[in-house]
């Protein structure tokens, strides 16, 4: 199976950006759906953005406008680039395919105001 190792994450001011990179073990050249997801303390762990094997994104309400996904396939990595950034982005985040039930450890975001 592919294993995905997040990375990137730290401390920013509102209004800052961060990128997260998520580097895989394998080929990320797929049919398969990507997803960053990202779990805030004290909540649910939620779906934030997702790219398609087709290269098609979709992502949530919360982070329309701010967040793009992408993936460059020769360095076996997927991207999170966060814009805007707010206090309420705080979580850690997850890089893993959509459809699988296993994660990695994740990468903190911390925004302060």
């Known amino acids: 199976q592919v294993q995905f190792v997040e990375s990137g994450g730290g401390l920013v001011q509102a209004g800052g950006s961060l990128r997260l990179s998520c580097a895989a073990s394998?080929?990320?050249?797929?049919?398969?759906?990507i997803g960053w997801y990202r779990q805030a303390p004290g909540k649910q762990r939620e779906l934030v953005a997702a790219?398609?094997?087709?290269?098609?994104?979709r992502y949530a309400d919360s982070v329309k406008g701010r967040f793009t996904i992408s993936r460059d396939n020769t360095k076996n990595t997927v991207y999170l680039q966060m814009n805007a950034l707010k206090p309420e982005d705080t979580a850690v985040y997850y890089c893993?395919?959509?459809?699988?039930?296993?994660w990695g450890k994740g990468t903190l975001v911390t925004v302060s105001s």
């Open positions: 893993k395919y959509i459809w699988a039930n296993y």
């Open positions: 394998g080929s990320i050249f797929s049919t398969n759906a």
């Open positions: 790219i398609e094997g087709s290269g098609s994104t």
